[in-house]
């Protein structure tokens, strides 16, 4: 049962514009959501995250909105860049226990130049 | 600084054998993770420990086991190889506690003939 769903497999945007990932999550446990970013053949890296007490935070290019009530975040990357190209990764986690992540099955971005 | 680093990169396995993948950390995180990913798929959460001498069942244990003698070092053993355990692992540690991310090794592919 997958607890954390990104709905659109890949998303293509042109160099200079807003990319917008979506993440859905059914567990109302969540309360520590992140994004990672990942290259072919590399670990995923982190990217940035958002505490369920918030709902946006922002880190230079990239905002991550949080909508608790919907069960739903979305990253938003402005002005998107060619080396944005990777597949992004949606996770979260519960407060308690081994803080385990729950990743969702990815977006693979592509900006076009 | 090496954070996560796990061994081998790549590795063919025959059915029916068995071999470690090896992980080890260097930021004294307590807590470490398994996970698997198959094409398309999100990360599967394999087994997990919150430090030395305890470890615990994720999402998809079966066929897998682990140990953590030391902080730094969490192997996954694959005993009597499937065709089914064909993905990449990879490992993963984070400091206790809400709201750290997790840090990940490069991954292991592995591929069951």
């Known amino acids: 049962d997958q607890q954390v769903k990104q709905n659109s497999p890949s998303l293509s945007v042109q160099e200079g514009r807003i990319s917008i990932l979506n993440c859905d999550y059914t567990?109302?446990?969540?309360?520590?959501f992140l994004w990672y970013k990942k290259y072919p053949a590399e670990g995923p890296t982190f990217l940035i995250s958002?505490?369920?007490?918030?709902d946006k935070n922002e880190d230079g290019r990239f905002t991550v909105f949080l909508n608790k009530s919907a069960k739903h975040l979305s990253l938003h990357i402005v002005p998107s860049q060619p080396g944005d190209s990777a597949v992004y990764f949606c996770a979260a986690s519960e407060k308690t226990g081994a803080n385990n992540l729950f990743f969702g099955t990815g977006t693979r971005l592509t900006v076009i130049p | 600084n090496a954070g996560v680093t796990q061994t081998p990169k790549f590795r063919i396995l025959k059915i029916g054998q068995s071999m470690t993948l090896q992980c080890t950390q260097d930021m004294n995180h307590n807590y470490m993770y398994w996970y698997r990913q198959d094409p398309g798929m999100g990360l599967k959460l394999i087994y997990y420990s919150v430090g030395a001498g305890i470890t615990d069942k994720g999402e998809v244990p079966n066929g897998y086991n682990v140990s953590r003698s030391t902080t730094e070092d969490f192997p996954l053993r694959l005993e009597l190889a499937a065709p089914s355990q064909t993905s990449v692992y990879f490992c993963a540690s984070r400091d206790p506690g809400a709201g750290t991310e997790a840090f990940f090794g490069q991954g292991t592919r592995l591929t069951v003939v």
């Open positions: 567990n109302s446990m969540f309360d520590y």
């Open positions: 958002i505490s369920s007490i918030k």
